[in-house]
């Protein structure tokens, strides 16, 4: 089993980092995302300056989304605004602690 750190966490959103595997994986409501820490930069990249108003679309109850692709087809991830905020703040701390952790640990 791989030790991991925890870089990011609050009650919706858990991001950590496996010390052995060099992986990242981002925990949130009933979704486990795995990437490789030149996969979770090239995300990070991709989507840090998406605004939410440029991609709304509206769930079925009216709700307003923004639902982002996957490489798979039948699935995607969908955030409301807070969701979408709540994300993306805790990726930027995921991302400093890990750059905090590399250079104190490596």
Same mark, same amino acid.
């Given at each position: 089993?791989c030790?991991t750190t ?6 919706? #959103?858990t #991001? ?7 992986v /990242?994986? $981002?925990w949130?409501?009933?979704? /486990?995302?795995?990437?490789?820490? &030149?996969?979770? &930069?090239?995300?990070y990249?991709a ?6 108003d &440029?991609? /709304? ?9 923004? $639902? /982002? ?5 039948d #699935?995607?991830l ?10 993306f703040?805790?990726i ?11 250079i104190?640990?490596?």
């Open positions: 089993m030790k925890v870089l990011a966490q609050n009650k919706n #959103i #991001i950590a980092q496996c010390n052995n595997c060099k /990242l994986n $981002i949130r409501s009933g979704v /486990l995302m795995n990437f490789s820490f &030149d996969q979770f &930069d090239a995300f990249m989507t840090k300056k998406l605004d939410f &440029d991609y /709304l679309e509206h769930r079925p109850d009216g709700r307003e989304v923004v $639902i /982002l692709s996957t490489p798979f087809p #699935i995607s969908v955030f409301t605004r807070e969701e979408w905020y709540e994300f703040t805790k930027d701390e995921a991302l400093y602690m890990k750059r905090v952790y590399e104190v640990y490596y």
